[in-house]
T-cell receptor, first 114, second 114 residues
C-alpha cells in the first residue's frame, strides 16, 4: 500500500551542488508531476509526464530536469543548486481518465540550499 | 494564464463554528475546481471538487460553492473539529484541450481551537 514514495525526505545542499529527488509510484498511474511548495505561494508545477518517455515543462522548470524511463519512476534532477531552490518538493500521480484533481501526493522532500 | 487568489491566509475558529475559505480565478475557461487538505508533514489530499456546470456540492460537513459570473468559489466547513486543523488549498483547471493544468491558490492555514 505504498502509493507515491519520495526520497530523501530532507536534504541540505551547498550552492552549486547537484542532486536527484526520487519519486516512485506503485499504482500504475500514467501521469506524474513534480511541484514545489514555498510558504504563502501554494504549489507550482515544475515538470510533468503523461507516460514513459514523455515529459513536459510546467510553470517553473528552470534549474530542473526530469526523465521518465519507466511508468513507476519520475526523478527530478537539480543541477547547480541555488538558494532559490530551497523549497518543499512534492511528487504526485494520477491515473489516465481521472479528473485533473485526483492526484495522489507523496509526503514531500524538504530541500535547503546554503 | 490562470491566476488563483485565496483568502484568508490564516483562519482561527472555535470548535463547532463554521469556517469559510474563498478563492477567485482569472481565466473564464477554467471549468474544474478542487480543494485539498494538507496535514502537517503530509502531501495535499483531495477533499472535494466541483465542476463549472454545478453551483454547489456537499459532502457531510464540507461544501463548495461556485459563482461563475464572479469567478469565485468557496469552501465551507460546518461544525468544525480540531482534526480539521490543516492547510487548505484551492485550485482551478482549464479544460484538457486548453492545457488542463491545475493552478493552486496560496493556501489557508485553518486552526480549530477546542
Amino acid at each position: 500500500n505504498a502509493g507515491v514514495t519520495q526520497t530523501p525526505k530532507f536534504r541540505i545542499l551547498k550552492i552549486g551542488q547537484s542532486m536527484t529527488l526520487q519519486c516512485t509510484q506503485d499504482m500504475n498511474h500514467n501521469y506524474m508531476y513534480w511541484y514545489r511548495q514555498d510558504p504563502g505561494m501554494g504549489l507550482k508545477l515544475i515538470y510533468y509526464s503523461v507516460g514513459a518517455g514523455i515529459t513536459d515543462k510546467g510553470e517553473v522548470p528552470n534549474g530542473y530536469n526530469v526523465s521518465r524511463s519507466t511508468t513507476e519512476d519520475f526523478p527530478l534532477r537539480l543541477e547547480l543548486a541555488a538558494p532559490s531552490q530551497t523549497s518543499v518538493y512534492f511528487c504526485a500521480s494520477r491515473i489516465q481518465g481521472a479528473t485533473a484533481g485526483e492526484l495522489f501526493f507523496g509526503e514531500g522532500s524538504r530541500l535547503t540550499v546554503l | 494564464g490562470e491566476n488563483v487568489e485565496q483568502h484568508p491566509s490564516t483562519l482561527s475558529v472555535q470548535e463547532g463554528d463554521s469556517a469559510v475559505i474563498k478563492c477567485t480565478y482569472s481565466d473564464s475557461a477554467s471549468n474544474y475546481f478542487p480543494w485539498y487538505k494538507q496535514e502537517l508533514g503530509k502531501g495535499p489530499q483531495l477533499i472535494i471538487d466541483i465542476r463549472s456546470n454545478v453551483g454547489e456540492k456537499k459532502d457531510q460537513r464540507i461544501a463548495v460553492t461556485l459563482n461563475k459570473t464572479a469567478k469565485h468559489f468557496s469552501l465551507h466547513i460546518t461544525e468544525t473539529q480540531p482534526e480539521d486543523s490543516a492547510v487548505y488549498f484551492c485550485a482551478a483547471s482549464t479544460p484538457r484541450n486548453q492545457g488542463g493544468k491545475l493552478i493552486f491558490g496560496q493556501g489557508t492555514e485553518l486552526s480549530v481551537k477546542p
